[in-house]
């Protein structure tokens, strides 16, 4: 049977096009995507690579095949795709590798409502049954096939997209603004000029030209070589704020005026604030690395904060059974109740905007309360036996007076005054530490440590 392991991952389909990822395994997929779910129809969206729409197009022809009615958004940004399936309560299918390189493509999928498809919600059995279709053949003959022809149908939701959005955030009242915008070549090029409309906002665009060949820089804000022109332009524009995104739009990042990075932690504070204003006593979910501020500040403000392992599933999966408000993560990653509790790095920038225009103070005076600690960022070390190097530091760490470990994700080590993560990657052999403590000097001292131990 064809091998796709290695292009199904934890909760997305992702690998180079064409040698891992070609438009008969789309086809596969699709066939196999309406046949597991039962679905009557499917919206689909594409962002801007070479390769989507044809991949989009071929995912179509297995979709109808099985007699589903396909709808067909065009290029869009994930969340984009994840307000179609929520707001025509149907399953969907996002093509797009986010931040990859241009040679990779994938698919984001998910249910009616944009309940995430993960390894343990279909996602394999979607896998094994695309690999079955490719052996015996993909017209639904062997066994479990239903063979139909459904229709496809184009639907641009752009404008739909970009005015719920504005439902969700009150901007009415906000200043002018002179805000600096990097697209990274990618699908914030096409969603923010729609969803900045009618806006007081005097906007400088970067490479909003749509080109999956990221001929600037790599669409990925989590990187800070990638932040450089984005600082740049802030400072010499005089701008109020700068947002980058990634290559699907999901994330976003945040640049004071001053051209200062912002960590996601203090966005997601700041946006904690925000939802539990409107929403008293709401349950707020921020994963293990989030900075510990994050919990301080919700409960302080009334709020009931719920910590969870990295990873966009299991954030989902907690805010789905907690009905948290809001959930965010280290990753610029932002979860919202009201958008059928899917990621939009657009939203978490309206509520900074929002925040930002609703008073006279700079952005970076308004989030000072929202920052508390000093942080290393996430740190990769490369290493064979990851058991080994946990066990080592655990052991350098042990009997220390005020030292306790707890071992949701990886191995959290946290003292009187400070903290470290340190986890394994899923696919490559890398432990990531992440460590906070009360400042800059406390911080490197606990991260170089721990790095002499992990490294030894």
Known sequence: ??????????????????????????????????????????????????????????????ATSRGADVIN??????????????????????????????????????????VPVGTDTGLLQIRDRAAELLDTGLDGSDSGGAPGTGTVTERNLLEGYAAHLKTLVDLSGIRPLKVVVDAGNGMGGYTVPEVFKGLPI??????????????????????????????????????????AFDGDADRCWVID???????????????????????????????????????????EHGGKPVRTRVGHSFIKAEMARTGAVFGGEHSAHYYFRDFWFADSGMLAALHVLAALGEQDRPLSEVL???????????INSRVEDQAAALARVRETFAGREGVTFDELDGLTVSGPDWWFNL??????????????????????????????????
């Open 1 to 62: 049977m064809a091998d796709l392991s290695r292009i199904f991952k934890a909760y997305d389909v992702r690998g180079v096009v064409p040698d891992e990822l070609d438009e008969e395994i789309a086809q596969a997929v699709g066939a196999a995507f309406v046949e597991l779910t039962g679905a009557s129809s499917v919206v689909m969206a594409h962002d801007m690579r070479t390769s989507s729409g044809p991949l989009a197009a071929a995912f179509a022809r297995g």
């Open 73 to 114: 958004a065009g290029l869009g940004s994930t969340d984009m795709l994840y307000y179609a399936s929520g707001s025509l309560d149907l399953p969907g299918v996002m093509f797009t590798a986010s931040h990859n390189p241009a040679k990779y493509n994938g698919m984001k999928m998910c249910r009616a409502g944009a």
């Open 202 to 243: 005097e906007l400088t665009p970067l490479y909003f030209e749509l080109d999956g060949s990221f001929p600037n820089h790599e669409a990925n804000p989590i990187e800070p070589e990638n932040l450089r022109d984005l600082q740049k332009a802030v400072v010499s524009q005089g701008a109020d704020i700068g947002i």
């Open 257 to 299: 005026e001053r051209g200062e990075s912002v960590a996601p932690s203090t966005i997601t504070a700041l946006v904690a604030v925000r939802e539990l204003a409107k929403n008293p006593g709401a349950t707020i979910i921020h994963n293990l690395i989030t900075s510990k501020g994050v919990p301080e500040i919700v409960s």
């Open 368 to 378: 000072s309360q929202y920052s508390r600690y000093a942080a290393s960022g996430e």
């Open 423 to 456: 986890r394994p990657s899923n696919t490559e052999p890398l432990l990531r530490l992440n460590a906070e403590a009360a400042d800059e000097e406390k911080v490197a001292a606990v991260r170089d440590e721990v790095l002499a131990v992990v490294r030894s």
